[in-house]
Structures are given as C-alpha cells and as structure tokens.
C-alpha cells in the first residue's frame, strides 16, 4: 500500500464511523493496555538495545506511563463525552446551549526517539478515545523500539483505523503530503517549523511538543543535599536525553558551592563510583548526539564526569561549575548528560536570564520562600512550572503538559488529550414557541428600540 492509499483508508473508516461509538474506543485503549503488559519483555528489550535503558525505566517513564494514562481516561471518558450545559443569555432564553466533543477524523502522530514508547503511545490514548482513526510515526532513530510497535499494534489495535508507518526524513516528508485533520508531533524545533508548514495547505490543526533549555533555580533557603539528589535523578535519567530534564542551573556562587558537591554526591548515590558499569545509567543514542555532547564539556570546571567512551556512547554524568553564560553549553539545549551551574548574583538577574531567552518547557524552582515562588509565577512563562521536583509534573494526568512560544503549542494528557483531538462543537436548542425572538426583529419601532437597550442595561 502507498503511503496515501493507507491514508485513505483510514479516512474511510473514520467516515464509515467505525471509530465514534465509546464502546469501540474503550475496546482499543483496552487492547493497547494488554498489548503493554503482555508484551513488554519485547519492548522492553528494544528499549534496552536503542538506549541502554533499564528496564525498570521503561516501566517508570515508558510503558507503566501509557498504561497509567490509559486508566486515567479509560474511568473518565464517558464522563468526559457527554454534553457539557452551559448558560444561556436572558435574551435568547428560553433555550439550552451545551458543548459537544466530536473526533476529528485522521491523526497523524510523530515521535521522537527518546522515549519512543511513551511519547507514540501516550498521544494515540488521546486521539483514540477521543474517537480519531490514527497514523502512527515512530522515530527512526530508535530503530528497535519502531519495528517492536509496528509488529506488535496492528496485532492488538482495530487495523481499519490504526496504522503505523515506519521511516525517516523521506517517509515523513510524504506523509505530511497527505490530508489530516490533526498533526501531533513531539520533537526538535526546526521539524517543528516543517511540520508547521507542511499543515498550512489544509490548514490542520497541529500540536507541537518542542523542547528547549529547562532551567533551574536553586537558592539557600533549601538543604542542597536533598534539592541535588532530586536534581540529579531529573536529569541524568535516561542520560540526560529527557525534554523536561533540568538543562541548567542558575545559583549564587555560595549556593553553587554547597550544591555541586552535593550533585557530585548524588550522582555517586543514583549510579556508583563508575556509571559506566551501572545497569541503571543509558547510553546515547547515537554518534552524532555523542559528538555533539562531548564537544560542549569544555567549559567551567569539572566537578564530575567528564568521561566518555565513543565505542559504547558512554558519557558519564557530568556536573560543570562556574560556566559562563557564553559558553558552548549554554547555547543550544544541551539534550545528554552534562549539567551547568552558571553563577548569578540573585533571583533578579535568575529571572533576567530566565525571561530573557526562549520560553522553556519547564522550569524548576528549589526554594521555600513564597515570594521566589510567586514572583517566578508571574514574572517568567514556561510550559510549567516545578517547585521541589524536575520532571514528574507530566506524570500527572490532569495537568496539560505542552510547551510556550519555542518550546511548543497545545497539550495533552487526560481530559487534555480529549479536548486536543476533538473539535468542541456548539449547539443551541431553542423551540420554535413561544417565539421571543420576535421582540428583536425588525421593523424596528421606537417601542423595541426601548426595549432592547433596557433589555441590554439589565443584562450587563
Ligand atoms: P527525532 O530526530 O526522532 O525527530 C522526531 C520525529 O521527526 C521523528 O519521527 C523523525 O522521523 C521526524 N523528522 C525528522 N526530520 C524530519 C523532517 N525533515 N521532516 C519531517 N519529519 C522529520 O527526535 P528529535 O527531534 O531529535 O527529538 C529531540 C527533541 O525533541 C529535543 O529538542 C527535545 O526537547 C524534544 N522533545 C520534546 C518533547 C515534549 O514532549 N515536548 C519530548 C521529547 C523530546
């Protein structure tokens, strides 16, 4: 089948309304969640050979998420379906308006590599039980991970309206050729643009899950060793390759100094004196994110790692100290193990650098005071916000995860999803009698005019 005849048919199969009723909905999420416990050796061992991660992981942040997310919305969705009443105005009553969700046809879901599972999967939850036939796009560059799922979904999803394209650059660049009516696309930035355009001919919808550069603040009114162990577990998780992982760290140099031994500590704690022999410590993915990382490790000092292996993608987690805010590291999101502390004078200049560059897609703030918190609230923008904790905000289904400005547009998880991958449709009901409408049509005498201003000064 050509990419556009299995396009087709699954707009065929959305148009023969094989995917609205809830019954067929509940049943696919239901098949997934089997599909991710039954089979998660297999995944899990793909999981292992594209990035080293243990398995314990990919339950944490892999499959274990999908199958929370599917619980989530599986006890919910009825709930979620039905008609939502709102107000109607004096003036057009009687009558009764409400919000209607409806699919929206053929999604197209693109992933990325890092974690293939959870971010293919999670989405697809959404768009499935919002009634959605869907395209799924692994990323190519875990390349295990996107042959285990496309054996594995077409034997346990409705193949009529679930269909999974593998490939890379080529692939997808014929796929955005295609009519959707949703693109959902979790990534870099730059296909993000491409993504956006390729949407502009049919003017699809799209939701854009960027990344970018997720500071963190950390002052002294904290104990350094419990914000480092916390900090560390965030970002070395998954080496580093996580788009909510604490990119860098903003402190006073007395802070710094308290805190980057306690980084060094942590990490010993989470992974041994030699991470490179942990089970629990990942790899990186490939020879190009590993060039690109080991050439940004030449900045500040080296309070830990620094240490690397070519043949095995090895970087150790790596904590530099006093780097400066020129350096290579703090240009680009740094997407791999290696942590800068660049030194600031206080919560203001913090907040300058903070506001000052892109909108990240999260923000961690480690302190008591109310006040840092509430001005960091109010005075930066970022895809969220985490007081005490990097990452585990998107563990939490009702809270829309999705970026600002460059770090994306949209969100899902939960109710979220719901609402990204249907369109809210309006409708009014009003009988036809009595027919108070009258009282606003024209011919328009001086009487009518009196009423409709006395009607308006009532109602405002
Ligand atoms: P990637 O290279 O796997 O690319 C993502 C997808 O885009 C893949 O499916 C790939 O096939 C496709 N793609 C690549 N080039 C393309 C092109 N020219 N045209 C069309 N499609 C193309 O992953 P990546 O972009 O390296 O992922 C890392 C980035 O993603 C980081 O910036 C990270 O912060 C961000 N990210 C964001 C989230 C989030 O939820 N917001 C999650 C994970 C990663």
Redesign the pocket.
Known sequence: MTLAQTVDALRRSFDAGTTKPLAWRLAQLAALRRMLTERSAELEDALLADLAKNPTESQVAELGFVVSEIDHITRRLRRWLKPRRVTVPGAILPARASIVREPLGVVLV??????PVQ?LLAPVVGALAAGNAVLL??????PATSAALARLIPEYLDTRAVAVVE???E???EL?EQRFDHIF?????R?GR??AAAAVPNLTPITL????KSPVYVDDTVDPEAAALRIAWGKFMNAGQ???APDYILATQAVAARLAPALAAAVRELYGDDPATSPDYGRIVNDRQFDRLTGLLDAGTTIIGGVSDPVTRYLAPTVLTDVPRDAAVMGE?I?GPVLPIVPVSGLDEAIGIIAGGDKP?ALYVFSSSRRVRRRILTETSS?AVGFGVPAAHLAVAGLP???VGE??MGAYHGENSVRTFSHEKAVLTKSLKPDTMRLIYPPYTEAKDRFVRGLLRKLS
Do not use: D, H, R
């Open positions: 693109i992933a990325p590599w890092n974690y971010l796009k692994p990323s190519e560059l875990a490939g890379g650059v692939q997808t660049t955005l696309y979790t990534g870099n930035a296909v491409i993504v899950e960027l990344g970018g996580t788009c909510v999101e997407f897609l895809g995860f999705g970026g770090s994306g």
